[in-house]
């Protein structure tokens, strides 16, 4: 197992997509930071009605918008896995290891661990802006930045076993990918719906970090009542479970 991994971290490294994929998702979390925080403190009327949030809940926004950064898993698992199963790369290995198991959850650590550590590089770029330029004063407690580390790592570990559960599936790059993004962006769009919102895995994902105060966290609608952090953990943690399961089984029972 020890020499999958190590594989797969070279492989990953050395490809450009992943440093590729980091540029932009730096850049992103940093035109939000500055449109989110800094335009409505400092020219209010350039985007009127939007509140001006302050710190320390701005240290919380910024790991909310991190965290729904799901194109950022979905594709780097999608890409690096979906270009292999469409070669012959994927059974070459199997030549060598035949263990389906291992080479899914190798690719899974690798992975998720990649797109974990983009997650925290875009809430520590956002939270040097907030400490900069935002309004307020305080920051969050540590038992809230510890929570915002591991309850990311989840997130964006559920993220990739959807990426990789849709390529086990589609055995191709084009519509595994096409089908995972179309799901990040319908399951947002549905929970809008009061009867899916309780399973939603975009929504239980966000309101695993709670609530942000004066200022509606995740699909903050009106009429909508928030989920209680504890009971998303579980939520967006079944949602892991289980498209791991989905990930596996199609491996294991349809031929590479």
Known sequence: ?????????????RRKLFWVMLVILMVVMGMAAVFLLVVPARAPEAVPRMPVIRKPDAYLLGAQQAIGQSWF??????????GEMRSAAFAATLTRDSRRWA????RLAVFAAASWSATLLAIGE???????LASGEG??????????VWKSGLVVSTWTALALAAVTLFRSLGPALGAA????????????????RPVSLSTNSTAMLGELSGFASGMGFPGLDPIPPGRATVVVAA??????????????LRDV
């Open 1 to 13: 197992m020890t020499g999958l991994l190590r594989a797969e971290v070279r492989k990953l490294t």
């Open 73 to 82: 898993p979905i594709v780097l698992a999608a890409v690096a896995m979906g």
């Open 103 to 106: 080479h899914l959850f190798a």
């Open 126 to 132: 956002w939270a040097a802006v907030t400490a900069v």
């Open 139 to 148: 920051a969050p407690d540590v038992d809230v930045w510890v929570g915002m």
């Open 181 to 196: 993004l179309a799901f990040s962006f319908v399951d947002g769009l549905v929970s809008l719906w009061t009867a899916y």
């Open 239 to 252: 949602w892991a479970v289980g498209l791991v399961g989905v990930a596996w089984a199609s491996l294991q």
